[in-house]
């Protein structure tokens, strides 16, 4: 069964910075696209960033510049380093691992940024 752990999630000041990681209990990482998604409490869940075809990134036009996604396949495990945060990125942040039609999530990691 597939599993994937995030953790690093938590209160932070506007301004602050977070590093989000995910960790997959998965035979063969590499071959997956590897994302971050969130849902803020009303909203649809919308992707963040992502990491296709083993390198190519790509970011919503709301984080570009602060946000850095990343992954280490020996660790199986995805990064999201967030800075110069702001209390719209308040959320919960999902990891999520696509192949074709395989798609895995991870439980969600509550980030809230506010004063």
């Known amino acids: 069964q597939v599993q994937l752990v995030e953790s690093g999630g938590g209160l932070v000041q506007p301004g602050g910075s977070l590093r989000l990681s995910c960790v997959a209990s998965?035979?063969?990482?590499?071959?997956?696209?590897v994302a971050w998604y969130r849902q803020a409490p009303g909203n649809q869940r919308e992707l963040v960033a992502r990491?296709?075809?083993?390198?190519?990134?790509s970011y919503i036009d709301s984080v570009k510049g602060r946000f850095t996604i990343s992954r280490d396949n020996a660790k199986k495990t995805v990064y999201l380093q967030m800075n110069s945060l702001k209390p719209e990125d308040t959320a919960v942040y999902y990891c999520?691992?696509?192949?074709?039609?395989?798609?895995?999530w991870g439980q969600g990691t509550q980030v809230t940024v506010s004063s």
């Open positions: 998965i035979s063969i990482f590499s071959i997956y696209d």
């Open positions: 990491i296709i075809s083993g390198s190519v990134t």
């Open positions: 999520n691992l696509q192949r074709t039609i395989r798609s895995y």
